[in-house]
């Protein structure tokens, strides 16, 4: 008789749908831990700038991968797929339920078995030559040569279209899909309307931004954190560091960056309409989603 797989829960929606909240909450009321799924969350420093977690919101819950990395190195997908699956294994050998959040659906797809961890070497000649393009030329061969992957890119991210592009030389495109999946993975998508999502990330942005999340990047520079490397960072990073520079006067940040961050959202829900396996829930609806964990649980 084959072992059954361990179960994990994963909590998806685009970003500021509130998944951050629903995953406290599913974690304490069916005693898990929370595994972030984001790719900025893993460097210390990026809190307002990646919309990290507090402590007190936390409300006592285990969280892992938050803070594993310095931000002037690169962590690669590679490297959360090896983490991720270590954290997973320590969550369940405490009894406890792994929970994956966050919005980088590319890491979660690796993470879970549903993707393949390309193992392509660097191309130094064909990094040499994509260096010479700029990232809206790269979008669009990327865009040609691997829709799919291109419809969750972000267009302005040089270093990540240059990889994406050396491994379509590669393999033909990004990555190989893979029916091995790891886990009994039972996966909520956020549900929620447009209006209500745009309001959110206005909401989410203004926060942030009086938090002092411009003070935050400011620091990182004086820590020696370069505005090249704060342009590979995600978008508060790119547009906070283009106003500090005087590229965009503040309102022009706010708008570009609000503007930015609708079409991610954008980006985000094509990337995860594509998988019929994703359960899609009313956030507010707490007694059907609770039930719904509970009937996979004891299935």
């Not at 909520?188 to 999340?213: A, F, S, T, V, W």
Request: charge should be neutral; glycine fraction near 6%; aromatic fraction near 6%.
């Amino acid at each position: 008789m084959r072992e059954a797989k361990p179960k994990v829960l994963s909590i998806v929606g685009p970003t500021s749908s509130g998944k951050t909240s629903l995953s406290i909450m599913l974690a304490k009321k069916f005693t898990g831990a929370v595994i972030s799924a984001d790719s900025r969350q893993v460097y210390t420093g990026l809190d307002l700038a990646s919309g990290k977690v507090t402590r007190e919101e936390m409300r006592g819950v285990p969280h892992h991968l938050l803070d594993v990395a310095d931000p002037m190195s690169v962590y690669t997908a590679s490297d959360f797929a090896h983490d991720g699956a270590k954290a997973i294994r320590d969550i369940i050998a405490r009894d406890n339920l792994p929970i994956i959040a966050g919005g980088t659906f590319f890491y979660v797809d690796m993470l879970l078995g549903k993707i393949s961890s390309p193992e392509v070497p660097p191309n130094e000649a064909l990094r040499e030559e994509f260096e010479k393009c700029s990232s809206e030329e790269l979008y669009q061969k990327l865009k040609l040569q691997d829709p799919e992957r291109a419809a969750m890119m972000d267009p302005q991210n040089h270093r990540r279209l240059v990889r994406a592009l050396e491994i379509v030389a590669a393999l033909g495109k990004v990555p190989p899909r893979t029916s091995s999946e790891l886990y009994d993975t039972l996966t909520l998508g956020i549900d929620l309307p447009k209006e209500e999502l745009h309001h959110n990330i206005h909401i989410r942005l203004m926060q942030r931004l009086e938090e002092g999340m411009i003070d935050e990047i400011q620091n990182l520079i004086a820590h020696g954190l370069t505005h090249n490397r704060l342009e590979a960072l995600g978008l508060e990073c790119r547009y906070i560091s283009r106003h500090l520079r005087d590229k965009l006067t503040y309102e022009e940040m706010c708008t570009q960056l609000e503007t930015k961050t609708r079409q991610f959202a954008k980006r985000q829900m094509t990337w995860l309409k594509r998988d019929k396996s994703i359960v899609w829930v009313d956030k507010t609806d707490t007694q059907h989603i609770f039930s719904t964990v509970e009937t996979w649980l004891k299935g």
